[in-house]
Nanobody, 117 residues
């Protein structure tokens, strides 16, 4: 059993910042990839950012230069620092981890981020 838990969402004004955290625990020995996805009302879930175990990152064009993904391998934790937030960043943000050996994906329950004045 693998558990993935996000935290750090909330309400923020445009131009503000939030930091999301996600911790994976349970029966997972090593994690290959950790990432953040988001889903806005009426839209499909989309990739925000990913980071692999050696530190290489990938970002959606819409968040480049504003969001930063990082991870702590020792804690099986990934972070998403979100700056210069816009109303269009409003969504439920989901954490996803991919196990290194099985390549199974595990998802969190999501955390709401609302950018509004």
């Amino acid at each position: 059993q693998v558990r993935v838990v996000e935290s750090g969402g909330g309400l923020v004004q445009p131009g503000g910042s939030l930091r999301l955290s996600c911790a994976a625990s349970g029966n997972i020995v090593s994690i290959r990839l950790m990432g953040w996805y988001r889903q806005a009302p009426g839209k499909q879930r989309e990739l925000v950012a990913t980071i692999v175990s050696r530190g290489s990152t990938n970002y959606a064009d819409s968040v480049k230069g504003r969001f930063t993904i990082s991870r702590d391998n020792a804690k099986n934790t990934v972070y998403l620092q979100m700056n210069s937030l816009k109303p269009e960043d409003t969504a439920v943000y989901y954490c996803m981890v991919t196990a290194a050996f099985s390549r199974d994906d595990y998802w969190g329950q999501g955390t709401q981020v609302t950018v509004s004045s």
